[in-house]
Nanobody
Framework: QVQLVESGGGLVQAGGSLRLSCAAS????????MGWFRQAPGKERGFVAA????????YYTDSVNGRFTISRDNAKNTVYLQMNNLKTEDTAVYYC??????????????????WGQGTQVTVSS
């Protein structure tokens, strides 16, 4: 079992930055693929970014590529999402997720068996 707790959300003006953190506890964190997803009001939850267990590979949805950076510190059991040049369309609840192995794609939410409770990110114009 893995427990995930996100933090770092808040209100920021467009063009600003936030860093989200996801602290994991439970089973061996370093073996999991970690992902960030987000859900805006009235929309389905969608993939944002993912990182392999070693940190050797990262993946991003097109709309955040070049603005967001996912990283992890296995010694601290924590994964981060650095968000720069935020836009109003980035407003959403952001969820951290963990996957013990990937069958098809890190971009698919059903690959992830563990989820955090979410943290709100609001970007004002």
């Amino acid at each position: 079992q893995v427990q995930l707790v996100e933090s770092g959300g808040g209100l920021v003006q467009a063009g600003g930055s936030l860093r989200l953190s996801c602290a994991a506890s439970g089973r061996i964190f370093g073996r999991y693929v970690m992902g960030w997803f987000r859900q805006a009001p009235g929309k389905e939850r969608g993939f944002v970014a993912a990182i392999t267990w070693s940190g050797g590979a990262t993946y991003y949805t097109d709309s955040v590529n070049g603005r967001f950076t996912i990283s992890r510190d296995n010694a601290k059991n924590t994964v981060y999402l650095q968000m720069n040049n935020l836009k109003t369309e980035d407003t959403a609840v952001y969820y951290c997720a963990a996957a013990d192995g990937i069958s098809l794609s890190v971009r698919n939410g059903y690959e992830y068996g563990y989820w955090g409770q979410g943290t709100q990110v609001t970007v004002s114009s």
